[in-house]
């Protein structure tokens, strides 16, 4: 598809891709999508992403049930990042991250060090099964 | 500084960067910062990032006037992504696209297409001087 080919993917294969939550504007995770991935998001209206540690597409909420539905897509200047307008779906409110938080971006610079400033919301072994 | 090291950078040295507007919540740019960029960023309170296209440091705003003023740095649970929250100085509203709009992330995809959704606020021509 055109709209594809328009994307500058890096070397690669991937694009950056910032998760940000409808309503709120807060910006829930960062992730990649390769071709295929975006592909995907884009037919189904739920983010797919390709998870580099594990080297395949990944479906965000497969195994915890923490669903994105996609409202919209959007694409930088450059051509080379993509911004989601989400809805964090499978708790209230949305749980993005792995930890059982809100949204991955929970450590912030205080004072010289991280300091995690965002409360854990469930925990993490409640969400993935084994 | 230890902060700086806790930050897994890639293979390149750098860390992708999302800067997002106080306030407003709106995602006004993506870049990357190598650790001197970082450092700076850190220290004067001001976005300096690392220009991959010039392979040097790129105090935003320099050439434009559109100084980032930066009030909080925060980072994701794996510790390799970054998310600044900004004033975008130098007009009103901020523009911080190098095509004269508010935001980089201007392109939406509508039935199957980009499409330009953001108005040019001021000309671009007018903003970088020769």
Same mark, same amino acid.
């Given at each position: 598809m055109q709209w594809l080919d328009q994307i500058k993917w890096d070397r690669d294969g991937l694009v950056p891709v910032i998760a940000q939550e409808l309503g709120s504007g807060d910006i829930l995770m960062f992730a990649w999508m390769n071709r295929d991935a975006l592909a995907r998001t884009a037919e189904r209206g739920e983010a797919v992403y390709w998870s580099r540690s594990r080297q395949k597409l990944w479906h965000k909420g497969e195994e915890s049930g923490h669903i994105q539905q996609v409202h919209e897509i959007r694409m930088d200047c450059d051509n080379d990042v993509l911004l989601l307008t989400i809805t964090q779906h499978g708790h209230e409110p949305g749980i993005a991250c792995h930890t059982g938080r809100h949204s991955c971006f929970f450590q912030a610079l205080r004072d010289g060090q991280w300091s995690? +400033?965002?409360? +854990?919301?469930?925990?993490p072994a409640t969400i993935y099964k084994a």
């Open positions: 995690a +400033v965002e409360p +854990v919301i469930k925990d």
